[in-house]
């Protein structure tokens, strides 16, 4: 048995969970030092001026390059550590299962689609929810902020800076942030608990408050759930990846062909649907979950048979 394929420990939910924890601070603090100091290195500048020389547009390749590298080291580590953890192979405790159906990829690409449709609804749900005006100074300063590093990042003038774009900010961020909230916090929630909703649920309220966007909380919760039930119904990473990249990449690409016109470019950021679209798309989604979730334990029984 080798470590580096097979675990050789066994640890209880509780400390896999505080240890995971642990870790992600750990990760998150070593990833952001490492990917800035290789900043500062590249451009000669102090830590303090790191983030002001990222946005400049001529340093957009690197920002995308220091953005995906954090997020390696602080979604990618605990999300392998928790795997060495646990009982069996670390390719299987990842959730590197194979997909058992060309129907689940129908599905889950609809539900990418359908999803985009109820996260617009909940952005302008989300904007009708009154809160004290204090508050809403903050979130409009939070959104403005995130808005700003989006647009650092996503500054593209051809097909080549498009698909650099693709990787860094759709592909990576598809990849490791699944591993980490459905492979691995999810999972320990639901060994923990037992209560696989539950579970799910809080994991999704965790997902989206790693994007510090108030006016988009909502919208990303659903897209949490919406990927943790993927997960949890078909068993493969591969799935919640999946549509978590095609999110990404409608996001990116619709940037690209606005690109140059500072008005359709707010349009993008800013235009949501009607908040009544909500009860339509949350019946699609359901209906498309439900078949998933019956494709699924059909696929499993026709292979134990």
Not at 12 to 17: D, E, I, K, T, V
Not at 31 to 38: K, Q, R, T, V, Y
Not at 97 to 126: E, N
Not at 267 to 285: D, K
């Amino acid at each position: 048995m080798e470590s580096s394929t097979k675990s050789i420990f066994y640890f209880s939910p509780a400390l896999r969970m505080a240890i995971f924890l642990v870790l992600t601070g750990i990760s998150m603090l070593l990833g952001g030092l490492i990917s800035f100091s290789i900043v500062a290195a590249v451009l000669h500048a102090n830590f303090s001026q790191i983030q002001e020389v990222l946005i400049r547009p001529e340093n957009v390749k690197l920002a995308q390059f220091a953005n995906a590298f954090a997020s390696l080291i602080a979604f990618g580590v605990p999300a392998f550590v928790d795997a060495y953890l646990c009982k069996g192979s670390i390719k299987q405790n990842m959730g590197f299962a194979p997909v058992k159906s060309g129907y689940q990829i129908g599905i889950v690409i609809l539900l990418a689609f359908t999803g985009l449709l109820l996260s617009g609804a909940l952005g302008d749900l989300t904007q009708k929810i009154p809160i004290p005006n204090e508050w809403k100074v903050g979130a409009d300063r939070l959104e403005a902020q995130y808005k700003k590093a989006l647009l650092a990042m996503t500054q593209m003038k051809s097909l080549f800076d498009l698909l650099v774009a693709i990787i860094a900010v759709a592909v990576v961020p598809a990849i490791v942030e699944e591993l980490y909230f459905r492979a691995g916090l999810q999972k320990i929630l639901i060994n923990w608990s037992g209560k696989p909703h539950l579970a799910i649920i809080i994991t999704a309220i965790v997902f989206s408050t790693f994007h510090f966007s108030y006016f988009g909380f909502l919208s990303r919760m659903s897209l949490g759930i919406m990927l943790g039930y993927i997960y949890f119904f078909t068993k493969t990473i591969w799935l919640p990846m999946l549509m978590h990249f095609l999110n990404n990449l409608v996001g990116i690409s619709t940037l690209y062909f606005v690109k140059g016109d500072p008005k359709k470019v707010d349009a993008v950021l800013e235009q949501n649907l009607t908040f009544y679209w909500v009860f339509v798309a949350l019946i699609l989604v359901f209906l498309l979950l439900r078949r998933l979730n019956i494709i699924s334990n059909d696929a499993r029984l026709e292979k134990s048979i």
